[in-house]
């Protein structure tokens, strides 16, 4: 009955058909809302959360942490005590029992912080003080890391909080740092579209070279 | 006494043994802390967890090698939290399936789409499994399609819809209310042309060599990335890094007034 | 209301038919369009090419299959680059999906330049997210230890391509192709500890952040988005999806930028005529 699907090319239409009658069913929602879409919606739920719980064992559990107890390190079930612990979130009375875990991992992460500010900003804070004249230096350099000190205070005066921005020596900075922010909110907002268009155009390629073959 | 090649399921029996006697005993000895202490009990373990690798970085490493008295500890963590984050990513599937089963046992308003969820839920697991435990042309084909068919495409589907959605909200809020409006305007505007061939075609008539060289739109679009972007956002970087340390800090030292500490628990 | 102010009202639905118009027309007549290398990305380039050939590179997978339209390119740009100069190179994935795109990719390209699983890459496998930070602190000492075993289940150590890979000194460069942004994370714990250089992948909407660690030196070049993708396949002399995309990318930004202007020539007349 499913001898079909040893049939390598038979699946990857069969497969190409259900992508294309998804996708469509997906981009119904651009009109309006309709039943199509919240099916296709739950159908991709569903399947990347069964998806995630086979590569969870097959690539995590199984060479992590089955294997290692079947060659003989036992102690390993000790993992699974603490992962279990996890669960009890779902219980009113033992809820304080998945805080002991919950806890445990957030010092852990938290105990990182200073290797990693220090990991993060040494270089940074030391590459930001950039020369404004020197032998060899083009004139722009000069300019670029001008507007580079003067675009680095005037961000981080706005982001200054602790004194009233009143007296133009604070007011003039912060005023300038909003103008170099929305600047360089543009120049974001400038890749992000480039960012959504790609996405689009992959999936349009799918439909028009993959699917209905007219697209080269 | 079980050996390695026993068959899975005395391993499987074995294993769910050793949890429930390990895991009952645990269990037994925390519900023996009292209440009042069980706050205190949680903050420490935090302090201590965070001791692990904030003494590892202060204390000087041996130029041999490299390593100091914290460091086998730092690594053993590793490891075992690689397997005890892997039994966390059950609870947001056990949510999924709490919600979706309640809306289909209730028979709310489109439980079809529970069902939906649920068949798929089932049939990709069992595809994945089924390719894992018995490869062979016929399951590998079946994972492949459904994998391509479904997830990657429903996936790649419903994140490209944002692409329909950022051209209507671009062409709704981007208004020119203010000076700076119109400046992130024109940034927008410069790096959108300068990043894809018609902004090299626009401005092919400017020389690509020597200082004039800069006009040339795709040379704009990077140097405002480069410079005044890159600057403001190493000053945004700056005062977050200083944010997140302090919240890191905070954390650590349960400083955080989150749900459970105004009451006993 | 007159013309002017009817601009900034065009139904969204318009607005969308249009944009598939822009976009499905490059892809059906092909208009092949140069793509320009920033030097972004020839650093990035660089760096591959500097590798030296006895350590192993890394490539990082921290993408789905939402972003695997920009990801995915970029990912098949490097495993073809280090192919190609024989490199050996393995792929660890913070993503269960991501890890199996890689995987097939690497299998397919691998396929074409005769290249071997187990010989000339490895997969270590799907590692949890939240896992990384640990997995940072614990991986650069002993590799084999801390990545385990591969996709399949071999133990690392008896894996050929793993051979002479032991710590992080064995490996020359790690290629974080991402759409999550933890870029910090590996520049805090492998790079700011080890220097190993970082190439780094990001989808275009995280790139804008890259710049300033580029500017630092803490990574060593950049593929933003599909654009760096395609900038890369032209130094490689190939034709991909990237290239392809490059039409259609090109028409939809003009589309944008056409419709945010006639949407303000409509506000401008609106707010003219409520002036008058």
């Keep these: 009955m499913f001898n079909w699907l040893a049939d390598v090319e038979l699946t990857k239409s069969i497969g190409i058909w259900i992508a294309a009658i998804g996708t469509l069913a997906i981009y119904s929602v651009l009109y309006k809302e309709n039943p199509a879409y919240r099916l296709a919606e739950h159908i991709f739920i569903g399947a990347a959360a069964g998806y995630g719980i086979y590569v969870t064992w097959a690539e995590l559990l199984k060479p992590n942490w089955w294997d290692r107890i079947v060659l003989g390190q036992w102690y390993w079930v000790f993992a699974l005590v603490a992962g279990a612990m996890f669960y009890f979130i779902y219980s009113q009375k033992y809820v304080w029992i998945s805080r002991i875990i919950f806890g445990t991992l957030l010092g852990l992460i938290a105990g990182l912080a200073f290797k990693g500010f220090a990991g993060i900003n040494i270089d940074r804070i030391h590459a930001s003080f950039k020369p404004i004249y020197g032998h060899g230096m083009t004139i722009s350099q000069v300019a670029n890391n001008i507007l580079f000190i003067i675009v680095l205070l005037a961000v981080m005066a706005y982001f200054f909080f602790s004194f009233e921005h009143r007296t133009p020596a604070r007011r003039i900075p912060s005023s300038m740092g909003r103008w170099f922010l929305m600047f360089a909110f543009g120049a974001m907002f400038g890749s992000t579209v480039m960012a959504r268009m790609s996405l689009l155009i992959g999936r349009m390629y799918f439909l028009l070279h993959d699917w209905l073959h007219v697209a080269h | 006494m079980l050996k390695p090649d026993s068959p899975p399921f005395l391993w499987a029996l074995g294993i769910v043994g050793d949890f429930l006697i390990v895991g009952g005993i645990l269990f037994w000895v925390l519900n023996l802390i009292p209440g009042r202490f069980r706050k205190k009990f949680i903050v420490g373990l935090t302090f201590l967890a965070g001791l692990i690798y904030s003494v590892e970085f202060f204390i000087p490493a041996d130029p041999k090698t490299h390593m100091n008295v914290m460091t086998p500890f730092t690594q053993q963590v590793g490891e075992a939290l690689n397997v005890v984050y892997a039994f966390a990513l059950g609870l947001g599937v056990f949510n999924l399936i709490k919600f979706h089963g309640t809306n289909l046992m209730r028979k709310r308003t489109g439980w079809h789409n529970n069902l939906a969820f649920f068949i798929a839920f089932f049939l990709m697991m069992g595809v994945g499994f089924w390719q894992y435990a018995a490869p062979s042309k016929m399951s590998v084909n079946a994972f492949n399609m459904f994998f391509i068919s479904i997830v990657a495409a429903l996936g790649a589907s419903m994140f490209s819809t944002i692409g329909f959605f950022i051209i209507s909200a671009a062409y709704r809020a981007f208004r020119i209310r203010s000076g700076e409006a119109t400046l992130m305007l024109v940034a927008a505007f410069i790096v959108m042309l300068g990043q894809v061939p018609i902004g090299t075609f626009l401005t092919k008539g400017i020389p690509a060599e020597g200082w004039v060289s800069l006009f040339r739109l795709e040379n704009v679009s990077y140097w405002i990335l480069n410079q005044p972007n890159m600057a403001a956002q190493r000053g945004i970087y700056f005062g977050v890094e200083v944010g997140a340390l302090a919240m890191a800090l905070r954390t650590w030292l349960s400083l955080e007034r989150g749900s459970f500490f105004e009451r006993e628990l | ?276």
């Design chain 3, 1 to 276: 209301m007159n013309f002017f102010e009817r601009l900034q009202h065009i139904d969204r639905r318009i607005m969308y038919l249009l944009l598939a118009l822009v976009i499905s027309a490059p892809l059906i007549w092909t208009i092949h369009q140069p793509v320009t290398v920033s030097p972004a990305v020839k650093k990035a380039y660089k760096t591959v090419e500097d590798m030296p050939a006895d350590k192993m590179a890394v490539i990082v997978i921290y993408w789905g299959s939402g972003t695997m339209a920009e990801t995915g390119p970029q990912t098949s740009a490097l495993i073809r680059h280090l192919f190609k100069l024989n490199k050996k190179f393995a792929i660890v994935a913070f993503d269960p999906q991501g890890s199996k795109f890689a995987y097939d990719s690497a299998i397919t390209i691998g396929d074409e330049l005769h290249k071997k699983y187990g010989v000339d890459w490895v997969h270590w496998g799907y590692k949890p997210p939240a896992n990384l930070l640990p997995l940072l602190q614990s991986f650069p000492r002993d590799v084999v230890k801390a990545m385990v075993a591969d996709i399949n289940g071999t133990p690392l150590a008896e894996v050929p391509a793993m051979k002479g890979i032991k710590t992080i000194r064995d490996i020359g460069l790690i290629a974080d192709v991402t759409s999550v942004g933890e870029l910090d994370a590996w520049i805090a714990y492998i790079y700011g500890s080890y220097k190993t250089p970082i190439v780094y992948c990001p989808t275009a909407v995280i790139a804008p952040e890259g710049y300033n660690p580029l500017d630092a030196g803490q990574i060593k070049g950049m593929l933003p988005g599909l654009q760096g993708a395609a900038a890369y396949e032209r130094l490689l002399h190939v034709e991909g999806f990237a290239t392809v995309a490059m039409g259609p990318l090109s028409a939809s930004h003009v589309l944008i930028i056409v419709l945010i202007i006639a949407g303000n020539i409509g506000y401008i007349s609106a707010r003219r005529r409520r002036g008058s």
